[in-house]
């Protein structure tokens, strides 16, 4: 092998590495934004859970409310005609 061809190597060799070096850089930032970003996401996650929890909580409430009034309409409309058939009566 001449001179010259192992010069070319050597410099194709050192272009090599200096591109692995690039990529296992950009690769580390790139690991590093992406655990950033899974943190955040963890978190972001657990609080949507909490507030769907104490969403379905507030549902839940809202429904057994809703049954109550229904209740008590349904309670006073019956008084109400009982009422009225009283009434018809005297």
């Known amino acids: 092998m001449s001179r010259d061809q192992c010069e070319s190597v050597a410099s194709s060799v050192e272009s090599l590495l200096l591109d692995a070096q690039r990529m296992q850089t950009q690769c580390r930032q790139r690991s590093d934004q ?17 507030q769907c929890e104490s969403t379905q909580l507030d549902m839940a409430r809202m429904r057994r409310q809703l049954e109550e009034l229904k209740d008590t309409k349904a ?14 009566h005297l």
């Open 34 to 50: 992406l655990s950033q970003a899974a943190v955040r996401l963890r978190v972001e996650s657990s609080a949507l859970r909490q």
């Open 75 to 88: 309670a006073f409309e019956a008084r109400e005609r009982q009422a009225r058939k009283l009434s018809k």
